[in-house]
Every structure is written in C-alpha cells, then in structure tokens.
Nanobody, 119 residues
Framework: QVQLVESGGGLVQSGGSLRLSCAAS????????MGWYRQAPGKQRELVAS???????NYTNSAKGRFTISRDNARNTLYLQMNSLKPDDTAVYYC?????????????WGQGTQVTVSS
C-alpha cells in the first residue's frame, strides 16, 4: 500500500503563490505515476499536472505557465509550485499515485488540502 499526505494549502490573494507538498510512504518503489488533481465546489475532480517515473510532465491548459510539478525522490515527496494564482484556482487539491504490481494496478489518493484564492 501507499500512503499520501498533502500539505501547503491555505488562503492567498490573487496573484500570489503557494507550494503544495505530497509526502508518500509505503510501497513507493512500485509507483509509476503521480499527479495533482483538484475539485472545486460543485465540480468534478480534474487533473492539474502529472509526472511519470521517467520524469515526463503533463499540465492542463489552466496550469501551463503558472504551475510546476516536481518530485524529490530522496524525500519521497511530490510538489506543486503554484504561481500567479487566480480565484478560479480555489479548490481542494489532491495528490494521486498509481502503483503497478505485476498485473495489478492500484490507485491511491491523499486526503486533500484546501487552496483558497481571494480576489
């Protein structure tokens, strides 16, 4: 199993920055994908950015140019640096990990961290 714990959310003014962290523990060597998702009130959870084991990154259009996903393998931590934040970025942000073991694939989610951007 994999455990994910997010931190770093908070209240920030429009144009400000935040850095989210996701600390992973457990069977992390078999993780082949990690990503940041968010869910605003009344909306579906959506991808923000992802990173593969090989380091390839993917961003949604809303995140491109403003957000940066990265990971520190020594600390088993995934980050999301968010700059130029807008009120539309207000949501609960979740860390997701995908683990592959043999023929089986498992998906894990963190508990989420609230990001609120005031105008």
């Amino acid at each position: 199993q994999v455990q994910l714990v997010e931190s770093g959310g908070g209240l920030v003014q429009s144009g400000g920055s935040l850095r989210l962290s996701c600390a992973a523990s457990g069977r992390i060597l078999s993780i082949n994908y990690m990503g940041w998702y968010r869910q605003a009130p009344g909306k579906q959870r959506e991808l923000v950015a992802s990173i593969s084991t090989g380091g390839s990154t993917n961003y949604t259009n809303s995140a491109k140019g403003r957000f940066t996903i990265s990971r520190d393998n020594a600390r088993n931590t995934l980050y999301l640096q968010m700059n130029s934040l807008k009120p539309d970025d207000t949501a609960v942000y979740y860390c997701k990990a995908r683990q592959k073991e043999g023929l089986w694939e498992y998906v894990y989610w963190g508990q989420g961290t609230q990001v609120t951007v005031s105008s």
